[in-house]
């Protein structure tokens, strides 16, 4: 019985947590189809608050930004495999989007650091002009 309580409980933590995480991840989407502008301070304090590994990109080139912290695998090798985890996921990152209106995105999925520490990731393609 303890068994089946702890997997019980295990499930939703987990659920919970990649719910954060995707809220994160739209309010991310949002500011980017609303304002088109995203400030490095907004980002940083964002990955900080919330241990994310952020990465932006306009038509297959990273846009300025190199963190606010610093993961225990290197951040451009878990930037690839997220990069890859999307590509068999059916989502291009460096091609445009399939849509001019809505995004095209992965559901989320799972990236492996060296170490063997799991992280959630999300890839999204934004329309914009």
Do not use: C
Request: hydrophobic share 45%; proline share 7%.
């Amino acid at each position: 019985m303890a068994l089946a309580a702890l997997s019980l409980a295990e499930g939703q933590l987990r659920a919970g947590s990649e719910a954060g995480f995707l809220s994160s991840a739209n309010a991310i989407i949002a500011k980017l189809r609303l304002d088109r502008v995203v400030s490095t301070t907004w980002l940083a304090q964002l990955e900080s608050r919330e241990g994310l590994i952020i990465s932006l990109r306009d038509q297959g080139a990273p846009l300025s930004f190199s963190g606010a912290w610093t993961p225990r695998t290197a951040r451009p090798l878990l930037l690839e495999r997220a990069v890859a985890g999307a590509r068999a996921l059916g989502v291009e990152p460096d091609s445009p989007p399939l849509s001019l209106i809505d995004t095209t995105s992965t559901p989320v999925f799972e990236v492996r650091g060296d170490l063997g520490e799991r992280y959630p990731a999300f890839v999204t393609q934004i329309p914009s002009s």
